[in-house]
Every structure is written in C-alpha cells, then in structure tokens.
C-alpha cells in the first residue's frame, strides 16, 4: 500500500544529543514537509522540500537541519541548537511541487528529550 | 504572518448530537481544508474545499467555504464515539503553497 512511514514511533534522546528522525514516502509525491506539535497547538512548518536536492526553511527551522538526496526520503535532524525539541513530529507529503496540493500526513514520531 | 482562529477550542456532546465548529482567517484563503487528529496519530484529511460558497459532504461530516473566504465551518451529525479527536482547519494562503493551521477543536463525544 502506499503510504507515509516515520520511524521510529517513540524516541527518547539525552539532552545535547543530534537525533534524526525518518521519513519515507512511496506516494511519487514531490513534495515534502516536516511539522512540529506541541499540546494545544496547531502544526507548526519546519522545513519543506519541493525537490529533490533543494529545501526551504519554514517558521521554526532554527535547531533543525533536513535533507532530500532520494524523492522518497526527507530525514529532519533536531540539534542540540533546538532549544526545547521535545513535541510530536509529523512528516507530510503532496503530489506536486509548484503550487498548492493536498497534503497528506505520516503517523508522528514522539521525541522526548531527557 | 496569516492566523486562523478555530473555535471552539474544545466541546463535550452526547453520542447522536450534531456538532458545528468554524474557523476564521485574517486573510483571503483559496482553499480550506479539514483535517482530523486521533491521538497519537497523524491527521488525515477529511474534506478539502475549493470554492468560495462550496458545501462538500463526506458521509456524516459537512464542510463549507464561507462566501468571504476568510472562514469555513465543518458540520458532523449524530455523533459516534469514533468522532473523537481533535479537528483541524488549514489552508494556503493566497500566493502560497504552504500550509497555515488553526489551534484545532478537541471533540469529546459521551456515550
């Protein structure tokens, strides 16, 4: 089926420690997203992808770092720049970069930063 | 930057209920679209408007695009225990092709 995998589902990482989290994306969309949400708050852009070998910064890209070397796959890494990374990250994808498209979501990695 | 206020921000119903919740925007939107979140999980799309004055229905759920195009509203009726979760409004503003999102309505349904 296809579809939106992140990996892993909960994720636990000491204080000053990089961590990537995975995106994977079998839809043959161009474009990729990753969101940030914290309680009570609506998703939150972080960066965005509409090509393969380019990506853009969003609202809160500061202490995150992406890359988009295969069309299926936008890893985010959260540094130990991000100031407060524990929240629930969410990948998204749609179909074609250029101009609006639905996006369609993957099922969340939780990252709690100890 | 563009905001979407969603209300309300939270309701408690009884199983069979209707349910309306609305969202408004500071600035003109093209599209609006209406997402629902189970907990823990990713949202999924519910509906997806279009037009300005368009009324789109997805089984129980009921969604319109206001005629200003600065609000929606999303109608479910006879409500289920399922219904829960949290209930996002998004859309691109004008000129753009990114996502803004509302606060979401968190939907307790009590059996």
């Known amino acids: 089926d296809g579809g939106i995998t992140q990996s892993p589902k909960y994720l636990f990482r000491k204080e000053g420690q990089n961590v990537t989290l995975s995106c994977e994306q079998n839809l043959n969309h161009d474009a990729m997203y990753w969101y940030r949400q914290d309680p009570g708050q609506g998703l939150r852009l972080i960066y965005y992808s509409q090509i393969v070998n380019d990506f853009q910064k969003g609202d809160i890209a500061e202490g995150y770092s992406v890359s988009r070397e295969k069309k299926e796959s936008f890893p985010l890494t959260v540094t130990s720049a991000q100031k407060n990374p524990t929240a629930f990250y969410l990948c998204?994808?749609?179909?074609?970069?250029?101009?609006?498209?639905?996006?369609?979501f993957g099922p969340g990695t939780r990252l709690t930063v100890l | 930057g563009q905001q979407l206020n969603q209300s309300p921000q939270s309701m408690f119903i009884q199983e069979g209920e209707d349910v309306s919740m609305n969202c408004t925007s500071s600035?003109?939107?093209?599209?609006w679209l209406w997402y629902k979140q189970d907990p823990g999980e990713g949202p999924v799309l519910l509906i997806a408007l279009y037009k300005a004055g368009e009324l789109t229905s997805n089984g129980r759920l009921t969604a319109q695009f206001g005629i200003t195009r600065k609000d929606s509203f999303l109608n479910i009726s006879a409500s289920i225990p399922s219904d829960v979760g949290i209930y996002f409004c998004?859309?691109?503003?004008?000129?753009?092709?990114?996502?803004?999102f509302g606060k979401g309505t968190k939907l307790s349904v009590i059996p």
């Open positions: 998204a994808s749609s179909i074609r970069r250029g101009a609006y498209n639905e996006q369609f």
């Open positions: 600035s003109i939107f093209n599209t």
């Open positions: 998004a859309g691109p503003g004008a000129g753009s092709y990114q996502l803004t």
